[in-house]
């Protein structure tokens, strides 16, 4: 993907810069099945109306992409990347064997017409095939783990966790460069996440944020000592709380 830099006719705009996403597939709307509508509350109390949780509330209508994270042996073609909220590029795949569309995370440098498989162990590795945490060599670059079909850890759009040693359990280097422990038994796909770009973005503006349900923020020692414990310009001694 590309960085696109718009015209600066508002001040909004001036600084804002996005991914040209004309790879992606816009209006597709073959699989409907696999699409959901939340609803959103704005992080309010259904019954008094009262804020329940800070800095959030007031986005647009919202429709996710129903991922399938089913540790199961298949194997599928990529037909369409998508763009979504998430963070990530979504792949739409068809399984050859069961004839049936699902979604799932794409992995970077994969395109349409890509072949992949799903299996317990593989012993031919490509970018974006599916296995077990025993069947990698040590030293790997993988993303979406996943156990009892839940993915756990590396989701996020550029990221990878690293396979570091393999004996009765396995160790794996998390984003965050924190160790873990998991069962050789695990799911992961080999590569790194799409969209490694996500991060070069700017928004431009604050609106951009509201609509994706972000509030602002204020500051407590900027509120009065009515609103805030921090507030009246002074910390008054007192260890950071929150209201």
Known sequence: MYFKKINPVTSGT????????????KKNNIIKLLFKNIKSNSSRSSSTGQITVRHKGGRIRKNIHLLTFKNQCRAFTICHF??????????????????????????????????????????????GYRAQLHSFPIGSVLHSISLKNNIIYGCSAGVFCQLLERRVFSKIRLPSGKIII??????????????????????????????????????????????????????????????
């Open 14 to 25: 001036r600084h804002q810069i996005n991914l040209k996403k004309n790879l992606l597939s």
């Open 82 to 127: 998508y763009s979504s909220f998430h963070t990530s590029f979504i792949s739409l795949n068809f399984d050859i064997d069961q004839r049936i569309f699902f979604k799932s995370t794409s992995t970077n440098k994969l395109f349409p017409g890509s072949f992949n498989v799903s299996q317990n162990s593989i012993k031919n590795f490509y970018i």
């Open 182 to 243: 998991l069962s050789n038994f695990c799911f992961g796909v080999l590569g790194s996440v799409s969209n490694s770009d996500f991060k070069s973005t700017v928004v431009g503006k604050a609106g951009r944020n509201r609509l994706k349900g972000k509030r602002c923020s204020v500051r407590g020692i900027a509120m009065n000592p009515v609103d805030h414990p921090h507030g009246g310009r002074t910390n008054g001694g007192c260890t950071p709380v929150t209201p």
